[in-house]
C-alpha cells in the first residue's frame, strides 16, 4: 500500500523560510530590531596558543628571528591626537580701561584657542578584522587616533572602549586579512622566563628587545582604584613602546607592555605589562557589555605588615585588613567588621590586599565568597555574595608603614565645623591632629595634619582626655589607630622607640 503524497502549501514554505532567515540574522547580530534583545553580541575571535612544550634554547643557533619575525607584522604604531582648549594671556595694555573706551571691549577680551598634542604608541592585531590591543593612556581624551602597520599602512582607529582601571583599551580599524598574534597563557609565567618586547619606542619605527622574566603580580602602588597584577621584566621598554607586545619563547602573545620605574625617563631595566589573561578578559567585557563588570565587597582594605599582624595578636604578616566597611553593602550584610583580617577567598590565602582585590573583581556578581577571616584571637568562615562594582565606589587607601621614636602628634577635639572642613561625615567622632613632629614615629608612621584618630588600640576615643587616657595605657608597647582621612578609614601602627 503506498503513502499518499501530500503537497504542503506553498505559503507555508515561504514563512518557514522567513522566520529562518530572520533568526539567523538575528543571532549573527547582522540584525537589529529595536526594543527587542539581540540573541548573540558579535565577539572578538581570537587565536588562542594550544599547550607546548618547553623550548630548549638549542633549537636558536643564530638567534631568535624565528620568534620575532612572525610577531613583527601584527604590532602597530598608534598616534593619537587632543584637542586641548586654552586661553590667551591677556594684552595688559588693550585691557587698560582708557584704551578700552577707544578699541572696544573685544580687544581686552581673552578668547580661548585649541592646540592639538599629540602622542605616540604601539598596539597589538588580536583579529585579522582589525581589533586592537593597547593601553588606555595611549588614547585617554584623544579625538583623532590613526593606526600605521608595518607594511606602511594608515587607517583611521575607532576607540571601542576603554579602562583606566587596568589601562586597557581596545580599538577597531576597517580591514580584513590581518596578520595576528596568538595569545598565550600568561599565568603559566615564570621567573626567568625569556621574553621579547616589541613596539614603537620614541617613535623611532618597530624594535625588538630580550629580557627575561624577573617578577610576576607586581602592584605599582599607584592609585588604588586601579588593578595591578604585572609582569616585572629587563628587557628594554622605552617611551612608545607602551601599548606593545611581550611575546614568549613560542611568539605568543603574554602581555602587553605598558609602563618603567626610571629616574631619568628612559630604560633602567625595569619595566611591566599587563598579563594577556587579564587584558583579554577586558576586551571581551568591553565589546559584550561596553564596559567592564566587576565583582564587589564593599570594603576598604590594607596590607597586614609584621607590625600590624603583632598589634592585632596575628602570628605572622600577610592577609588583607578591613579597615572600612561601607554601609548596605555586600560584606556589610554578610556581617564582615572593621578589624577584621582576611585570610582566606575560597580556600586559598590571601597574600595581600592587591590580590585580593584581583580576585574578588574577577568573581561574577552574584557568586558566593567564602571567606577565612580572623577576628579578635579567633579564626572563623563568613560567606559574601558578591556585588557589582559600582564605578563611583569609595575605594581605600593603603596603610603606610611604621617606625620611629616617640608619638610625636598634637591633637585637639573634633568640632562640628573642623569635621565640615575635613569634608567628614556628620557625627565622626574623635580627635584630629593639629601637628606632627617631623622626627616622630609618628611622623615615620604616615600620620598628616588633618588626620581623626577614632581609635587607640580598638578603643574609640571622643576627646583629648579618652585619647590621653588610651596612650597612656599603651604604656611602650606598640600603639595601633585607627584614622580617618578624609573620610577613608585606616588602620596605622606607631611603634615605640627602642
Do not use: C
Request: aromatic share 6%; proline share 6%.
Amino acid at each position: 500500500m503506498t503513502t499518499p503524497n501530500r503537497r504542503l502549501p506553498y505559503w507555508l514554505f515561504v514563512f518557514v523560510g522567513g522566520v529562518l532567515v530572520v533568526g539567523g540574522l538575528l543571532r549573527a547580530g547582522i540584525l537589529h530590531m529595536p526594543g527587542y534583545p539581540v540573541l548573540a553580541e558579535p565577539q572578538v575571535h581570537v587565536q588562542v596558543a594550544p599547550q607546548a612544550p618547553a623550548v630548549s634554547l638549542a633549537e636558536f643557533k643564530n638567534g631568535f628571528s624565528s620568534v620575532i619575525d612572525p610577531a613583527l607584522p601584527a604590532v602597530v604604531n598608534i598616534s593619537s591626537t587632543k584637542v586641548i582648549r586654552t586661553r590667551n594671556v591677556p594684552n595688559s595694555i588693550l585691557s587698560d580701561p582708557f584704551f578700552r573706551q577707544f578699541f572696544g571691549d573685544q580687544f581686552g577680551q581673552q578668547q580661548p584657542k585649541t592646540q592639538r598634542e599629540q602622542s605616540l604608541g604601539s598596539g597589538v592585531i588580536v583579529n585579522s578584522n582589525g581589533y586592537i590591543l593597547t593601553n588606555n593612556h595611549v588614547v585617554a581624551g584623544a579625538s583623532e587616533v590613526e593606526v600605521f602597520t608595518p607594511d606602511r599602512k594608515k587607517y583611521k582607529a575607532k576607540i571601542v572602549g576603554t579602562d583606566s582601571r587596568t589601562d586597557i583599551a581596545v580599538l577597531k580599524i576597517d580591514a580584513t586579512g590581518l596578520p595576528t598574534l596568538a595569545l598565550g597563557d600568561s599565568s603559566k609565567l615564570k621567573v626567568g622566563d625569556i621574553v621579547f618586547a616589541i613596539g614603537d619606542p620614541f617613535g623611532i619605527g618597530e624594535t625588538a628587545t630580550m629580557g627575561i622574566v624577573s617578577a610576576t603580580g607586581r602592584a605599582l602602588g599607584g592609585a588604588v582604584e586601579q588593578y595591578e597584577d604585572f609582569i616585572q621584566t629587563d628587557a628594554s621598554i622605552n617611551p612608545g613602546n607602551s601599548g606593545g607586545a611581550m611575546i614568549d619563547l613560542h611568539g605568543n602573545l603574554v602581555g602587553i607592555n605598558t609602563a618603567i620605574l626610571s629616574g631619568g625617563g628612559g630604560n633602567e631595566g625595569i619595566g611591566f605589562a599587563i598579563p594577556v589573561n587579564m587584558a583579554r578578559n577586558v576586551m571581551d567585557q568591553i565589546v559584550e557589555h561596553g564596559k567592564v563588570i566587576r565583582g564587589y565587597l564593599g570594603v576598604t582594605i590594607q596590607d597586614v605588615d609584621p607590625g600590624m599582624a603583632k598589634a592585632f595578636g596575628l602570628g605572622q604578616g600577610g592577609g588583607a585588613l578591613v579597615s572600612d566597611v561601607s554601609p548596605d553593602s555586600p560584606a556589610g550584610k554578610a556581617g564582615l567588621q572593621r578589624g577584621d583580617i582576611i585570610l582566606k577567598l575560597n580556600g586559598n590565602e590571601v597574600a595581600g590586599r592587591n590580590e585580593l582585590s584581583l580576585r574578588i573583581a574577577e568573581m561574577a556578581p552574584g557568586t558566593v565568597a567564602h571567606l577565612q577571616i580572623y577576628r579578635n584571637g579567633k579564626t572563623q568562615e563568613l560567606n559574601v555574595t558578591v556585588g557589582e562594582f559600582p564605578e563611583k565606589a569609595a575605594a581605600g587607601q593603603p596603610a603606610q608603614g611604621g617606625g620611629g621614636a616617640a608619638i610625636g602628634l598634637h591633637v585637639q577635639n573634633l568640632t562640628a565645623d573642623l569635621a565640615q572642613q575635613l569634608g567628614l561625615p556628620a557625627g565622626t567622632a574623635g580627635v584630629v591632629v593639629t601637628d606632627v613632629d617631623p622626627s616622630s614615629a609618628a611622623a615615620e608612621a604616615g600620620i598628616q595634619r588633618g588626620d581623626v584618630i577614632q581609635e587607640v588600640n580598638r578603643k574609640p576615643v571622643r576627646d583629648v582626655e579618652q585619647y590621653r587616657q588610651a596612650l597612656a595605657g599603651a604604656g611602650n608597647q606598640p600603639v595601633l589607630l585607627l584614622v580617618n582621612r578624609r573620610g577613608t578609614t585606616i588602620y596605622m601602627v606607631i611603634e615605640p622607640q627602642g
